[in-house]
């Protein structure tokens, strides 16, 4: 089991940046990878982002342009989701995963077997 503990969300205007954290516990060492996901209202889940826990390679939504970058400290089992020029359209539920799937569908929310509660972002115009 892991446990997956999302904090750092909250109410931002257009433009602004916050930063999400992800603390892990438990047997984090079965994790090949870990992702950000988001919902909103009456929309299905998507990948955000993720990272690969021994390369570190990264992957991101095509439609983040560039705006989000996912980050671990590895010393404090800690996934970080830096969110910068944040658009209303990024309002959502934002929640922290673990797999241990060997899959290339990251964005694939069934390849996950842990999730956090979720963090609430919400972006004004």
């Known amino acids: 089991q892991v446990q997956l503990v999302e904090s750092g969300g909250g109410s931002v205007q257009a433009g602004g940046s916050l930063r999400l954290s992800c603390a892990a516990s438990g047997d984090t060492y079965s994790s090949y990878r870990m992702g950000w996901f988001r919902q909103a209202p009456g929309k299905e889940r998507e990948g955000v982002a993720v990272i690969y826990i021994g390369a570190g390679t990264t992957y991101y939504a095509d439609s983040l342009e560039g705006r989000f970058t996912i980050s671990r400290d590895s010393a404090k089992n800690t996934l970080y989701l830096q969110m910068n020029s944040l658009l209303p359209e990024d309002t959502a539920m934002y929640y922290c995963?673990?797999?241990?799937?060997?899959?290339?569908?990251?964005?694939?929310?069934?390849?996950?077997?842990?999730w956090g509660q979720g963090t609430q972002v919400t972006v004004s115009s």
């Open positions: 995963a673990s797999s241990s799937a060997y899959g290339d569908r990251w964005y694939e929310a069934l390849e996950y077997d842990f």
